[in-house]
């Protein structure tokens, strides 16, 4: 009773993990070369999805065990997953990334995040110091008291 849903189980987790790749692969530098794998993932998905559900829903006697030609969608899906990997190494070989150009951009990014908070840290020690010249240099009132006020608290 399991080999019947051994293939098209079997076929359709190999294409879910061919669009799960394809998926990440979307959201890469060359996500544009992935729209057609992915599309073609789907399409390969689908029929294999319709015979386990078939299978899973009509009780469809035990078969004996599979001949070459019923291993076909199986190999066909190990294939296509190994062509996906296949093609995910070859353009990371043949698509170069100009790393001069992506550290000058982290560099120019990092400089002026540093010089953002020197010139916040900068202005927050003038704020300080100005407070400090208002309040450092202060005169002395004479005379805010009464003259009997000062005696009692000098006799004290």
């Not at 293939?7 to 879910?16: D, R, T, V």
């Not at 698509?95 to 995040?113: G, T």
Request: hydrophobic residues 50%.
């Amino acid at each position: 009773m399991v080999e019947i849903y051994l293939l098209p189980l079997g076929c359709l987790l190999l294409n879910f993990l061919a669009f799960a790749a394809c998926l990440r692969f979307l959201f890469s530098r060359q996500g544009l070369y992935w729209i057609i794998p992915l599309a073609l993932t789907l399409f390969m998905a689908w029929p294999h999805a319709l015979t386990l559900y078939q299978v899973a829903s009509a009780g469809a006697p035990v078969p004996s065990p599979y001949a070459y030609l019923e291993l076909q969608p199986l190999i066909l899906s190990l294939l296509w997953y190994a062509m996906i990997v296949t093609f995910h190494y070859a353009l990371k070989k043949t698509i170069r990334v100009n790393l001069y150009a992506e550290q000058v951009k982290k560099n120019l990014h990092e400089v002026r995040y540093l010089e953002a908070g020197d010139e916040g840290e900068r202005l927050r020690r003038e704020r300080r110091w100005r407070t400090h010249l208002v309040n450092r240099a202060t005169p002395v009132r004479l005379g805010l008291y009464p003259s009997g006020w000062v005696d009692l608290f000098d006799e004290a």
